[in-house]
């Protein structure tokens, strides 16, 4: 069992920067591949980053990619999702996820998922 509890959200404006941190309970954060997901209002979830277990493999939805980094300290059972020139259109619910598989891209590869976390991006 992963519990996942994020942070860092907020309302900012366009062009500046945020980051998330995601907490995993447990002693084996380091055997999930995690990722970020977020969902805006009216929309279905959708894929925004992941980081294998080791963190060396990294993969991001097109939309972010250049804009978002993701890394993971497996020594402080904690993810982190950058996101620098954030624009309007990235204002979602952003959520942390946990799974077994080697990456996860999809929702349906996560086994856990956090509470979400606000980030508000006005212009």
């Known amino acids: 069992q992963v519990q996942l509890v994020e942070s860092g959200g907020g309302l900012v404006q366009a062009g500046d920067s945020l980051r998330l941190s995601c907490a995993a309970s447990?002693?084996?954060?380091?055997?999930?591949?995690m990722g970020w997901f977020r969902q805006a209002p009216g929309k279905e979830r959708e894929f925004v980053a992941a980081i294998n277990r080791g963190g060396g493999n990294t993969y991001y939805a097109g939309s972010v990619k250049g804009r978002f980094a993701i890394s993971r300290d497996n020594a402080k059972n904690t993810v982190y999702l950058q996101m620098n020139s954030l624009k309007r259109e990235d204002t979602a619910v952003y959520y942390c996820?946990?799974?077994?598989?080697?990456?996860?891209?999809?929702?349906?590869?996560?086994?856990?998922w956090g509470q979400g976390t606000q980030v508000t991006v006005s212009s």
């Open positions: 447990g002693r084996t954060f380091s055997s999930y591949a």
């Open positions: 996820a946990a799974g077994s598989r080697y990456i996860i891209t999809s929702a349906d590869d996560t086994d856990y």
